[in-house]
């Protein structure tokens, strides 16, 4: 019949995780890292099979961490007992994932050039930003979810200039900004502008948003010049968003920082292109988790919230915090 044609959604059956053998070790540039991830920690290989993972996140209320496969065009979720699925097929080149207070999905789509709230296997996404004083926005690349509910993107120009992270297209917009969106009032603002935006996370009290800026990463896309920037900006954060205090955070030596999470403690760990860079709020560089190929994102989660999920190009792996 033609329904057997149809593939199925599990990409993978239930299986314990697998420890990296050739993992080095975490690398301690401060003691108080040792307290959280302690000089044995096993670097853990959780799924291997994507071809550009990017933008994972935790999903409390499903149990699971989901996370793009950009150029598979699909949205795949990992469960705690090991298995994986399809969780949207056939998806707009999403990359950047956020839950909402309720649990809701909130996507970035190359493909659109949209941000995106919910769908599931059966049904896409809504498209809830579209354009920016009537024009098309460019790409959005990575999304977070303020305190407030105000959702937060940034919009480089990489999805339209990479067929393999979207399609090709001239950017409508003359500046690359990060915007604040009110699901409430639907207000879209303009609330700083890079070079290229990548990754943003706010830490826990929504006081301080760090967003990095990776236009040295138009280097690798041929007919376009490299940018200057690899680095992590911060800001401290105002009455309804407002950004003040623009500062210098700190960048990689190797590749730049992609995506990253900010920890209960305030410390940034960032993927780079040679593993993961863990800072503290005061800039103190507090050590690097080396990883076997170029880490693109990462996010804390599991029940407790004391594992770190890393997307890293065909792998999703993890390591686990003590505390």
Same mark, same amino acid.
């Not at 959604?9 to 053998?21: H, K, M, N, Q």
């Not at 992609?258 to 292109?273: I, K, L, N």
């Not at 593993?275 to 103190?284: A, M, Q, T």
């Given at each position: 019949m033609a329904s057997d044609l149809v593939p199925g959604?599990?990409? +993978? $059956?239930? !299986?314990?995780?697998?420890?990296?053998?050739d993992f080095r070790g975490v690398q301690f540039d401060d003691e108080c890292l040792y307290q959280v991830l302690g000089s044995d920690a096993k670097l853990l290989l959780l799924y291997d099979g994507t071809i550009h993972g990017e933008g994972p996140v935790w999903q409390p209320d499903s149990d699971r961490l989901l996370w793009s496969d950009v150029p598979n065009r699909r949205l795949l979720s990992w469960y705690p007992d090991g298995h994986v699925e399809v969780a949207i097929d056939g998806t707009r080149f999403m990359n950047g994932n956020a839950i909402e207070a309720d649990g809701t999905l909130v996507h970035c789509e190359h493909g659109r050039r949209c941000i995106s709230r919910g769908g599931d296997y059966d049904t896409?996404?809504?498209?809830?930003?579209?354009?920016?004083? /009537?024009?098309?926005?460019?790409?959005?690349? %990575?999304?977070?979810?303020?305190?407030? #509910?105000?959702? =937060?993107?940034?919009?480089? @120009?990489?999805?339209?200039?990479?067929?393999?992270?979207?399609? *090709?297209? $001239?950017?409508?917009?003359?500046? !690359?900004?990060v915007? +604040?969106?009110?699901?409430?009032? /639907? %207000?879209? /603002?303009?609330?700083?502008? &890079? $070079?290229?935006?990548? #990754?943003?996370? &706010?830490?826990?009290?929504? !006081?301080?948003?760090?967003?990095?800026?990776?236009?040295?990463?138009? /280097?690798?896309?041929?007919? *376009? $010049?490299a940018g200057s920037k690899h680095e992590i900006i911060a800001f401290d954060v105002g009455e309804g968003g407002a950004l003040s205090n623009r500062r210098f955070f700190c960048h990689t030596d190797h590749g730049y920082p992609?995506?990253?999470?900010?920890?209960? !403690?305030? =410390?940034? =760990?960032?993927?780079?292109?040679d593993?993961?860079?863990? =800072?503290?709020?005061?800039?103190?560089k507090l050590g690097f988790i080396p990883l076997p190929v170029v880490a693109s994102n990462c996010c804390f989660g599991g029940p407790d919230g004391t594992r *770190?999920? @890393?997307?890293?190009?065909q792998y999703l792996l993890a390591i686990d915090l003590i505390g």
């Open positions: 959604r599990t990409l +993978r $059956e239930p !299986r314990e995780p697998s420890i990296v053998a896409p996404p809504e498209p809830i930003v579209t354009h920016y004083q /009537g024009k098309r926005i460019n790409s959005p690349n %990575d999304v977070a979810v303020a305190p407030d #509910g105000t959702i =937060w993107f940034t919009d480089p @120009i990489f999805g339209i200039v990479m067929p393999n992270q979207g399609a *090709l297209a $001239e950017p409508a917009l003359d500046h !690359r900004s915007y +604040r969106f009110d699901p409430e009032s /639907g %207000d879209l /603002g303009r609330m700083a502008d &890079f $070079e290229q935006p990548n #990754g943003l996370a &706010f830490t826990a009290d929504g !006081r301080t948003l760090y967003v990095s800026d990776t236009s040295l990463s138009l /280097g690798e896309v041929p007919g *376009l $010049e992609d995506g990253f999470a900010v920890d209960v !403690r305030g =410390w940034v =760990w960032t993927a780079a292109a593993g993961v860079h863990i =800072w503290s709020e005061d800039r103190r *770190l999920f @890393i997307a890293a190009t």
